[in-house]
Nanobody, 115 residues
Protein backbone atom coordinates (compact mmCIF):
# COMPACT_ATOMS: atom_id res chain seq x y z
CA UNK A 1 0.00 0.00 0.00
CA UNK A 2 1.56 3.26 -1.20
CA UNK A 3 0.33 6.28 0.71
CA UNK A 4 3.06 8.83 -0.02
CA UNK A 5 4.79 9.13 -3.40
CA UNK A 6 7.61 11.58 -4.04
CA UNK A 7 8.61 12.77 -7.49
CA UNK A 8 10.49 15.54 -9.25
CA UNK A 9 14.08 14.81 -8.32
CA UNK A 10 16.92 14.78 -10.77
CA UNK A 11 20.34 16.06 -11.68
CA UNK A 12 20.83 19.82 -11.76
CA UNK A 13 23.76 22.20 -11.88
CA UNK A 14 24.62 24.44 -8.93
CA UNK A 15 22.32 27.44 -8.96
CA UNK A 16 19.57 25.48 -10.65
CA UNK A 17 16.07 24.70 -9.47
CA UNK A 18 13.76 21.76 -8.98
CA UNK A 19 10.23 21.33 -7.74
CA UNK A 20 9.46 18.19 -5.79
CA UNK A 21 5.96 16.83 -5.40
CA UNK A 22 4.51 14.51 -2.79
CA UNK A 23 1.15 12.92 -3.43
CA UNK A 24 -0.50 11.80 -0.23
CA UNK A 25 -3.63 9.90 0.65
CA UNK A 26 -6.44 12.18 1.66
CA UNK A 27 -6.62 10.95 5.22
CA UNK A 28 -2.92 11.58 5.79
CA UNK A 29 -2.94 14.93 4.10
CA UNK A 30 -6.02 16.41 5.73
CA UNK A 31 -5.17 15.78 9.34
CA UNK A 32 -1.41 16.19 9.59
CA UNK A 33 1.34 18.70 9.33
CA UNK A 34 3.41 17.65 6.32
CA UNK A 35 7.15 17.82 6.01
CA UNK A 36 10.01 17.36 3.61
CA UNK A 37 13.05 15.52 4.89
CA UNK A 38 16.37 14.68 3.32
CA UNK A 39 19.21 12.28 3.92
CA UNK A 40 22.66 12.56 2.41
CA UNK A 41 25.11 9.63 2.43
CA UNK A 42 26.72 9.26 5.82
CA UNK A 43 24.41 11.77 7.44
CA UNK A 44 21.30 11.63 9.58
CA UNK A 45 17.93 12.26 8.05
CA UNK A 46 16.90 15.85 8.70
CA UNK A 47 13.76 17.90 8.43
CA UNK A 48 14.14 20.67 5.86
CA UNK A 49 10.65 22.16 5.79
CA UNK A 50 7.16 21.66 7.16
CA UNK A 51 3.72 23.10 6.57
CA UNK A 52 0.53 23.03 8.63
CA UNK A 53 -2.98 22.59 7.34
CA UNK A 54 -3.38 26.34 7.68
CA UNK A 55 -0.30 27.07 5.60
CA UNK A 56 2.17 28.03 8.30
CA UNK A 57 5.71 27.05 7.34
CA UNK A 58 9.05 26.40 8.97
CA UNK A 59 12.44 25.81 7.38
CA UNK A 60 15.83 24.56 8.34
CA UNK A 61 18.34 27.38 8.46
CA UNK A 62 20.37 25.77 5.70
CA UNK A 63 17.54 26.15 3.17
CA UNK A 64 15.77 29.28 4.39
CA UNK A 65 15.39 31.80 1.61
CA UNK A 66 16.01 29.21 -1.09
CA UNK A 67 13.31 26.58 -0.59
CA UNK A 68 9.55 27.04 -0.40
CA UNK A 69 7.11 24.44 0.85
CA UNK A 70 3.47 24.65 -0.19
CA UNK A 71 0.39 22.45 -0.29
CA UNK A 72 -2.59 22.04 -2.59
CA UNK A 73 -5.44 20.71 -0.50
CA UNK A 74 -7.59 19.90 -3.53
CA UNK A 75 -4.86 17.67 -4.95
CA UNK A 76 -3.65 16.21 -1.65
CA UNK A 77 -0.16 17.23 -2.70
CA UNK A 78 2.70 19.00 -0.97
CA UNK A 79 5.47 20.67 -2.95
CA UNK A 80 9.01 21.76 -2.33
CA UNK A 81 10.32 24.43 -4.66
CA UNK A 82 14.10 24.40 -4.46
CA UNK A 83 16.00 27.33 -5.92
CA UNK A 84 19.66 28.29 -5.93
CA UNK A 85 20.63 24.69 -5.37
CA UNK A 86 24.01 23.88 -3.89
CA UNK A 87 26.06 20.67 -3.98
CA UNK A 88 25.37 20.23 -0.27
CA UNK A 89 21.67 19.92 -1.08
CA UNK A 90 22.41 16.57 -2.71
CA UNK A 91 20.36 13.95 -0.89
CA UNK A 92 17.39 11.67 -1.11
CA UNK A 93 14.32 13.74 -0.32
CA UNK A 94 11.32 12.26 1.44
CA UNK A 95 7.91 13.48 2.41
CA UNK A 96 6.16 12.41 5.56
CA UNK A 97 3.99 13.77 8.30
CA UNK A 98 5.45 15.96 10.98
CA UNK A 99 6.22 14.47 13.39
CA UNK A 100 7.13 11.63 11.04
CA UNK A 101 5.24 8.37 10.95
CA UNK A 102 7.57 5.40 10.77
CA UNK A 103 5.51 3.26 8.41
CA UNK A 104 5.09 6.09 5.91
CA UNK A 105 8.74 6.31 4.81
CA UNK A 106 9.05 5.46 1.13
CA UNK A 107 11.84 5.42 -1.42
CA UNK A 108 12.12 9.18 -1.74
CA UNK A 109 13.39 11.04 -4.77
CA UNK A 110 17.06 11.64 -5.50
CA UNK A 111 18.31 15.19 -5.90
CA UNK A 112 21.85 15.57 -7.19
CA UNK A 113 23.44 18.99 -7.55
CA UNK A 114 26.64 18.78 -9.54
CA UNK A 115 28.48 20.26 -12.48
Amino acid sequence: QVQLVESGGGLVQPGGALRLSCAASGSIFRFNVMGWYRQAPGKQRELVARITSGGSTNYAESVKGRFTISRDNAKNTVYLQMNSLKPEDTAVYYCNTFPSTRDYWGQGTQVTVSS
